[in-house]
């Protein structure tokens, strides 16, 4: 596809000297592009930060071009010192701007208008702070809750992944600010990221970790991509030509401009001939190697231009763009409204026994809060994404104006100010739980253990806090407990607390999103973006994370997230796709209506119950499970294919319409290396999460041809004689070999169809004679010919095609 620009860029790309393009692709100091004034192209500032602004002043200036290490440490840091955790280096420096809730947190509102109106209010900062592009939003697939920057990603499902962030996507271009879509792909752990290679089957690739980067790329056309750091089936990714110009260039017809991550390229001359095109940020060792090969004539030219004219055409749009759309000046107390109602849409209340919330305390009424989190809360994780938030709602603060006056609050740390045990703050904190009527504690995991560069080692929260929980169970029935966590965790006292309220990192307007859902001022409608194991033994990626040696192996392949707890049948602790509201929602009256363009879904939503709410209707497409005897493709038991988030008065009822398009219905066939339809019977399934399925109905699918599979000598005569016209050249042949008749070859031919054995091997056992191979061959090469099949590649089997 050919950019808006690129006619121009080229025109000043062609004006260039060779010294100006290897300026133009290595970058200027941490966070800029190199400016060409004379020729119209002013430098690009970039900003890190999906869930905020982050802009040290510091570390954006021009005046050098070898970006200082302890600078861009200063922008991964993960302090290992909780103490000073709020204070190092990266926050201490950062410009103050609004925190909105992670995207991991944000993906539970399943909200692409939410998430669109997150993406503006970005932009506007931006806009303010003089920047042009807005590193994130992070779209890596939460395939292991170990991961330190599961907080920095949506979900463990690509479909979500991709609606959402092409909602972020939109919002930041429509005002201007281009989005650098990352981490092109798989780097799924922080573990040994720079030379980790992740070996992902095809299959798992495309359906899986592509998919998410594919349907954002095609819904919102981010201005450019982020190349991740980890190796791919052996290949670095930003040096990986099939990545890079089959895949995005060619097969997506991407138009925008290919960046590195930070010191994420290791061989710049390869990286430019595979497509990357920017490095970020500046270095003298890779920019004097890229020289080198120009000069020598190891790299072309034209492979420099052509990374050139795309930096060049993605200067010109955002010029373009920022001339015909004015900076406004940010309302930093409308984005802090914002956060709030993001962290109130997201929050996701996982468990409410006998509806103890919303609290309705009576007068006089005592509640206790519990924990350091309360006055001190984690809103955010550590690295990159890191924002110095301008205004913080404080959770203690905001319970006690929220409830009412005559209802006595009383906070107790209840551990120490570390999150360590310490047993004096315990045992207070267990007294005056005896004389209270509610007990509501803020529990959190260790805050100092993951991050950028840094995974979880365990999925638990922190010790201490388990402890008292435990605890508070045996002496308490009304116990509310509120998590502030970076991805799913274990409860083992799940099933002993009246309630759960999910937080995650929801930013700066947590506190009083909190306190608005535990009185009953915002109805919860969070729904959970990944599934919560049990135990981490239920994990998918448990045996193999996170690798050994070097290689990653991608061992579960398709059955990410709830599509293994699923053909598994794992019970897990709250699935995919789970919440509850205070009030009630019925589906009924599923129809479908089967056009050219695919299937038109309908369905009526009710709100059934007595307060006003959102619902987030999910369509998922299931299938039966393959039967253990034929090679045929498995699939997940269902795998989301659209979703709606609806919004319904008490008593109101709405008609919710929804589409299945042929590509919807497709997997990915590794033979035709192409999405492919299987004819069969599938079901549409509506839900109010993966494991709670409302509507259920049967679409027969009329599928592309069986892609014909390649015949050698090898191949079984029950397959192979499958294929038409081979039979009747097999008789002829061996007729004339053996000298038998016609019927008598056709008679010793017909029980080899029961051989597992070769065809060649089974034709010389059955006929007792060594036949000839060449021959043979031949015969099987004109039936490949007459059925189209294509002969597999001589290639690993992890490979990607």
């Not at 809730?101 to 208008?113: E, G, K, R, Y």
């Not at 991550?261 to 270095?283: E, R, S």
């Amino acid at each position: 596809m050919t950019h808006p620009f690129d006619r121009e860029a080229a025109t000043i790309v062609a004006q260039m000297t060779i010294s100006e393009k290897l300026d133009l692709v290595c970058g200027n100091g941490l966070w800029r592009t190199t400016g060409m004034p004379r020729l119209g192209l002013p430098s690009l500032l970039m900003v890190d930060g999906s869930n905020g602004l982050r802009v040290v002043p510091d570390q954006i200036s021009t005046d050098t071009q070898n970006a200082d290490l302890g600078a861009f440490l200063d922008a991964v840091d993960t302090t290992d010192d909780p103490e000073n955790r709020d204070s190092n280096v990266l926050l201490g420096k950062s410009v103050p701007a609004t925190c909105f809730p992670a995207l991991s947190v944000l993906a539970n509102s399943w909200d692409i208008a939410l998430a669109h109106e997150v993406g503006t209010a970005l932009a506007i900062e931006c806009r303010a702070a003089g920047a042009q592009i807005l590193l994130g939003p992070g779209i890596n697939l939460r395939r292991s809750p170990l991961a330190g920057r599961g907080f920095e990603y949506f979900s463990e499902d690509p479909i979500l992944t991709g609606e959402m962030a092409a909602g972020v996507i939109r919002g930041l271009q429509n005002r201007g600010v281009g989005a650098s879509l990352k981490h092109f792909a798989c780097n799924n752990s922080e573990v040994e990221r720079i030379s980790m290679d992740s070996v992902v089957e095809p299959r798992a690739l495309h359906e899986l970790y592509l998919l998410g980067f594919e349907r954002a790329i095609a819904r919102s056309s981010p201005w450019t991509v982020m190349t991740s750091y980890n190796r791919l089936n052996g290949i670095q990714t930003s040096q990986n030509p099939w990545l890079l110009r089959h895949i995005l260039r060619d097969r997506w017809q991407y138009d925008g401009a290919i960046m590195s991550d930070w010191h994420g390229i290791q061989d710049l001359p390869a990286a430019i001939k595979a497509g990357n095109d920017l490095d970020m940020p500046f270095n003298a060792a890779r920019r004097r190697q890229l020289e080198n090969a120009v000069l020598n004539g190891s790299m072309p030219e034209t492979a420099l231009d052509e990374a050139c004219t795309h930096i060049a055409a993605l200067t010109l749009r955002i010029v373009d763009a920022q001339r015909r759309l004015p900076v406004t000046r940010p309302d930093f107390a409308a984005h802090h409204d914002l956060a709030r109602k993001a962290a109130s849409r997201a929050c996701v209340l996982l468990s409410n026994r006998n509806d103890v919330l919303p609290l309705t305390p009576e007068p006089g009424e005592r509640l206790l809060v519990i924990g350091t989190g309360a006055v001190s809360p984690e809103i955010q994780g550590a690295g990159s994404a890191a924002v110095r938030p301008i205004q913080c709602d404080i959770p203690l603060k905001c319970l006690k104006a929220t409830a009412p006056e005559s209802v006595s609050i009383h906070w107790e740390p209840g551990w120490g100010a570390d999150g360590d045990h310490d047993a004096e703050r315990l045992a207070t904190a267990l007294a005056a739980a005896c004389i209270a009527e509610t007990v509501i504690v803020f529990a959190s995991t260790p805050p100092c253990f993951s991050g950028e560069n840094a995974d979880r080692p365990d999925l638990n929260l922190c010790p201490a806090h388990d402890h008292l929980i435990t605890e508070l169970t045996k002496i308490h029935n009304r116990v509310v407990v509120v998590l502030t966590h970076p991805d799913a965790v274990v409860l083992p006292w799940a099933d002993n607390v009246q309630a759960i309220l999910s937080a995650g990192y929801a930013g700066a307007g947590f506190g009083q999103a909190v306190a608005d859902i535990l009185f009953g001022h915002a109805n919860p409608s969070g729904k959970t973006s990944v599934t919560w194991p049990v135990r981490p033994e239920d994990c998918p990626a448990f045996l193999g994370y996170p690798g050994e040696q070097g290689t990653h192996l991608y061992r579960e392949g398709i059955f990410v997230g709830y599509r293994f707890f699923d053909i598994r049948r794992i019970q897990p602790l709250f699935p995919f796709g789970h919440g509850l509201s205070y009030t009630s929602f019925t589906y009924d009256a599923l129809e479908l209506t089967i056009g050219a363009d695919g299937v038109a879904i309908q369905f009526t939503l009710s709100n059934t119950g007595t307060r006003a709410g959102w619902e987030v209707c999910q369509l998922y497409l299931g299938r039966s499970p393959t039967a253990p005897n034929r090679a045929l493709p498995h699939h997940p038991l269902r795998a989301l294919k659209g979703f709606a988030t609806v919004h319904l008065e008490p008593g109101e009822s709405r008609v919710v319409d929804m589409t299945l398009d042929r590509r919807d219905l497709a997997y990915f066939d590794t033979v035709r290396e192409d999405w492919t339809v299987l004819t069969g019977t599938v079901s549409i399934e509506i839900g109010a999460s993966s494991r709670d399925i409302r509507l259920v109905t049967e679409l027969h699918v009329a599928g592309d041809a069986t892609p014909a599979r390649w015949l050698n000598l090898h191949t079984p005569p029950g397959q192979a004689l499958e294929v038409a016209g081979l039979q009747d050249d097999l008789v002829t042949w061996l007729a004339d070999v053996t000298g038998q008749s016609i019927s008598e070859t056709e008679t010793r031919l017909a029980p080899c169809r029961r051989s597992f054995l070769g065809i060649y091997d089974t034709l010389c056992w059955s006929f007792d004679l060594e036949l000839d191979e060449t021959q043979l061959t031949q015969i099987l090469d004109d039936a490949n010919r007459r059925s189209g099949a294509r002969k597999p590649e001589h290639r690993s089997e992890l490979e990607p095609s």
